[in-house]
């Protein structure tokens, strides 16, 4: 059985359990629902709907990207819809012959007016809209990498680890000499190394931008580690998947404060490490590095970490809160990435991404604090 | 009055005609919400509430970006609202005093979980979440620009006039030979001319590629502009405001099947601009240019523009669609985009900016078919 079809076979597990007999994903903007690329394949721009009695139907916009791309029973292009994504839901119906009654689920992210549209057109069914339904079903599913993924991200990790090498030397030989050279570099060498380009904007953040969590405009033709602290912050993405590390670069001469933010950040990112484990509360994990920098007499102004993968961001989320109920599992993958910023001195963070094992951890990206 | 606080005075204005006590908009990930940068300068992640007494309430997750670029009567950092926007909507109801039983108003995106909750913790006030309101209000309001919006759209079309000139010297001098090579020189000359970026990633499509709409990877570093038809689809961001043209490049020798795609997408283009007046209905002008292609045993297999400005996509609608009622008015800026796709002989398009004048038009950009 493929992986897609495997992925899939889990959610009509779910539906059986549920009594759900068909769901909705919209993978359109500016709602992105990765989900259907995790169960098909097909990278973007389609409706993905599942059926009690195991079968897939998907609508992609652009019927050549899904010859080449997907995997499901039956794929009709959206052109034959009428480009209407209600008309398609009465289509899947008609294919699937749903009973009359019947539990359908569309994701939790349909605004209000148009759940009411299609409350209002599909009334002989029962429509659900929830947070804890379908989509968090996936959501949980894909937090944890099977071996198709986790293969994809070891030929990721090597590929990002050679650009945070090269971008060690590019620096330090002089050859990127600003923001706009680094994060052009990382375009380019992504590309050539087979990748489909970053997954996320890169942030490159010279000394007198490094003081803010998400640098604005996120990278400028302006000048990069020159003195004081700068910030590099990337991910490639291949075949969907992305990496996210963060760089930071100390040139000398530097404050003792300046000093001081590195030591912190360093040891803040191996306390948090070394509390990694299968069973482990992610929630825990954070809260463990938030007391550390408080007794440094710092905050950080952001979550430790979060799950990798399809998304830049999606589960296990590590943050503080006590709504995080995110169980560490092996296979999980996600970054960690304490920093601190000050106005005044700038800022740093250290951000690598780390595979949860049967006994621990193991570290695939090998991001550091880089001094010049 | 500068120009953001004179934006919003409009938005006051039909608070009070529909009796809204309070509205929120909320730009944050996933929901983008551009009208919270167009009506305060803040460029993004950021709450914004408007009460009917004329104040307005910005709620930034980043105080440094607000500080630099925002102006609101009051602004209050995101972390003191313990980072959730229905803490933040309670206090911007202590501060505005709003009396209970008022109208409050969210985003018609607002999902239907997050539309329970907030109607479940603002029990006291009636929650408005509608297509037909406040967003849409906006929405109208910014299709159709001001002076300060015109300027910038002048500045910004010259700077993308001057790259098209570049791209295509640097394709006939053999400069620009990969996608990559094409995609990545437009991210260097615009952070070089004083741009934020660019407006959306680049579409750069060789030969091989083009038949599709919208390529997947948007680029590679494989060959652009050899033999046959290929396409450069970009735009340029200044102070949030983008540009949206596309080039394509035909290289000899071509099949008399593409050259006849290149002569009607050119006389497609020039149907659809003849036809640019205040006073036209914008579908009438796209239902012309599919008739003309229709005659000629064509189909577009997408609409034939839409607005631009703080969104690549925004009012108004260029679509033959019967739903469309959007009527060109001066100071409207849209794009006019004709293209076909043939999967043996690949695709053309050809796009501009227009903007709407008093007595017709007047042509931002000059972007064009390049024949090698």
Redesign the interface.
Known sequence: MNVYKARREKIYDWMAQEGVAVVMFEDT????EPAVRWMTGQ???ALLFLSADRQSLLIPW?I??ALKYADAEMVIPY?EMDRQALIAFRSALEIFKTPLGSKLEIS??????L?LSYVEALGDFDIL???IGATQAVTALRAVKDGEEIAIYRELSQITNEMIDHLEEGVRSGKLKTE?DA??FI??EA??RGC??TGF?TLAAGSGRS????A??????GEFARQGLSILDFGLKLRGYTSDVTMSFACPPLSKAQERLLTLTEKAYKTGLSLVLPGMEARNIAAAVDNFFGKARKIM?HGLGHGIGLEA?EGPAIRNRCSNDWILTPGMIFTLEPGLYD?AQGGCRLENDILVTETGYEVLTQSRIVRL
């Open positions: 903007e500016p709602r992105r990278p973007g721009d652009d050549n990207i052109t939790p992210a349909t605004p209000y007016p759940f809209c929830r947070d706009m994060a052009l375009e380019t590309r050539k489909e380009g904007e003081f803010g969590i998400h604005f405009p996120a990278y400028t033709a102004p961001h106005p």
